[in-house]
């Protein structure tokens, strides 16, 4: 009786677990669905789950209705700005806070820590005159440069940094390595975890980003896929979902391979709440 | 004479390599502080400034300070009474909604580490890393009220049509709805490592004093995991606040004002009304509700870590 009590239990934890997963993944199902349906498909009153003939046309469609090779262009360099700036500043910030001893050290860490807090939501205003004002507004250098320092990226680099032991420091100190031999060839390979977290935060996130460029570009020479994507639902109406869910996907399909190859990584980076 | 001369040389390179050790820090992170001074302190206290001012962007010369102008117009004005109102209803229901679904999926997933529950996890998680305009024309398509899957699901099993975005009274629980599916999923894996990080020493210290199931979760699982819940409730509620995108992306702030919330209404202000001012003084209303939160934050946690 236990036994049997204990196979239904398990049953139905299954099916319950199925359900949940469903609720979860159904909507990305359902966009892979419409963006393969016929107009008629799409725009019937009757419900189509699974197209009769896939419609491959409607990528192409998609793809020609607005400059996406263009719009990935400028995603693609963002990120490559936003990435390499933001290693390039905050790799010797989170050396220096996790391995030098100076005065107002702990201050200074405090101050990154409250400017992590404030909204970039406010801050847009006069960053986006002072873009203007250095006539940057037809480069791609607004959607980069506000994010050059990234406090949460600081905060990380530097628990790694942390984890590495001093000795290790001071045997490559008496070798006369410099700091930044050090940080080159000792700290970032001990701390590659955390080195990979910081970037697929960062790929991950600006890919996604749609309030920074929205507010920060005036021109669609400049424009990343986010804008593009969304500008499709003025420009296809609200009759062709079906080209519609296409150019979404091309928002989607990027980031969904990169979680189905790494998703216990990215689960990891994206929920380390610095609290243990 | 000669010695002399030396060791003053001496003590001078030394002082000069001490002098260098001593700035090398400072140089280190000096790059990241000009970023932080460019793009966080400068702006925020342009925004204070101005929120003060009626700022003329065209010719400078012509802003003048107003005073308290600006508040007090935000004050009495019943859009922007309506904004507020609206951003508390979103993050109350935001925040009730995905604190009921991820503690009990936490819960509930936490039990096995069977492919199953990992694959549920994966799965729950999974539209937090999704863009936030994907998501917000999937689910315009389908709450679309004639050809949306919604309605069409909705009729088919006998039950009325719901307008979903499209009238005044179902398009804020609408828009709840599809932030808060976006979401659970993420506070849900930060609880699930939370209760995790309880060593299982503790479960059996718990079991041979014959603590129940009620007393186990009271006594110990909620106060082990609760610097993770202050978190989560405290970030999800600075989330909530500056919500932007599903809104714009749903809704446009409509119909009717009905979903605009603080962050929209910002917005608007800059480019729509071209009202700086007004928007700075709305986007210092959003930074004190947000400082206030952090406050208590570290507050909560400090009192907590206390003891520990």
């Not at chain 2, 936490?110 to 998680?125: C, D, E, P, R």
């Not at chain 2, 709805?177 to 930060?190: F, H, P, R």
């Not at chain 2, 009202?275 to 209303?285: D, L």
Request: glycine share 6%; with cysteine.
């Amino acid at each position: 009786m236990y036994k049997v009590r204990k196979r239904i239990g398990s049953v139905i934890s299954v099916i319950l677990k199925l359900i949940v997963s469903f609720i979860f993944i159904f909507p990305f199902l359902w966009m892979l669905s419409v963006s393969l349906q016929s107009d008629a498909e799409t725009q019937s009153m009757s419900l189509t789950l699974i197209p009769k003939t896939p419609q491959f046309q409607n990528y192409v469609n998609a793809w020609n209705s607005a400059p996406f090779p263009l719009y990935i262009r400028n995603s693609l360099l963002v990120i490559a700005g936003i990435v390499i700036l933001q290693m390039l500043i905050m790799v010797p910030a989170a050396y220096a806070f996790a391995k030098m001893e100076f005065k107002g050290k702990n201050i200074l860490f405090g101050i990154i820590l409250i400017a992590f807090m404030m909204p970039i939501q406010i801050r847009f205003i006069p960053i986006y005159f002072m873009m203007s004002d250095w006539n940057l507004m037809d480069t791609l250098w607004p959607q980069i440069l506000p994010h050059m320092t990234d406090a949460f990226g600081i905060f990380l680099l530097r628990q790694y940094f942390m984890q590495v032991p001093d000795e290790l420091i001071e045997a490559a100190k008496l070798d006369k390595s410099t700091d930044l031999q050090i940080m080159w060839k000792i700290m970032l390979p001990m701390s590659r975890p955390g080195v990979a977290s910081v970037i697929l935060l960062s790929f991950v996130g600006h890919w996604n980003d749609y309030f920074w460029p929205l507010v920060m570009t005036n021109s669609d020479s400049v424009r990343p896929i986010t804008i593009g994507v969304a500008s499709l639902k003025a420009t296809e109406g609200s009759l062709f979902w079906n080209t519609i869910m296409a150019g979404n996907m091309f928002l989607v399909i990027p980031v969904l391979i990169i979680y189905f190859l790494m998703a216990r990584n990215i689960i990891k980076s994206f929920t380390y709440t610095g609290i243990k | 004479m000669k010695k002399k001369t030396t060791n003053t040389q001496e003590s001078e390179k030394k002082y000069k390599a001490n002098w260098k050790e001593k700035i090398k820090p400072y140089l280190y992170i000096a790059p990241a502080f000009v970023g932080i001074g460019l793009f966080t302190i400068y702006p925020v206290i342009k925004v204070l400034i101005w929120s003060f001012q009626k700022v003329n962007q065209l010719d400078t010369s012509k802003t003048k300070w107003v005073g308290m102008k600006n508040y007090s117009y935000l004050i009495s004005n019943s859009a922007f009474q309506k904004t507020l109102l609206n951003t508390l209803i979103y993050t109350g229901g935001t925040l009730a909604i995905i604190m009921t679904c991820a503690l009990i999926l936490a819960f509930w997933l936490n039990k096995s580490q069977g492919h199953l529950t990992i694959f549920t996890q994966g799965a729950a998680f999974m539209p937090h890393v999704i863009s936030s305009v994907s998501i917000a024309l999937v689910f315009s398509m389908m709450m679309n009220p004639s050809f949306g899957l919604f309605n069409k699901v909705l009729t088919a099993i006998g039950l009325p049509a719901s307008p979903w975005l499209t009238s005044s009274s179902t398009a804020m629980p609408s828009v709840v709805g599809v932030a808060s599916w976006k979401a659970i999923g993420y506070y849900c894996l930060i609880i699930i490592g939370a209760l995790q990080s309880i060593s299982a020493s503790i479960y059996e210290a718990a079991s041979l004093d014959k603590a129940g199931v009620g007393v186990t979760l009271r006594k110990i699982t909620i106060p082990m995991i609760s610097p993770q819940l202050f978190f989560v409730i405290i970030t999800m509620t600075i989330g909530s606040f500056k919500v932007f995108d599903t809104v714009r992306l749903l809704t446009d702030g409509g119909p009717n004002n009905a979903t605009s919330v603080l962050v929209y209404y910002i917005y608007k202000q800059v480019f729509w009304e071209s009202n700086i001012g007004r928007a700075c003084a709305a986007g210092i209303v959003l930074l004190i509700l947000v400082g206030i939160l952090t406050i208590i934050y570290f507050k909560l946690l400090s009192k907590r870590v206390h003891y520990q």
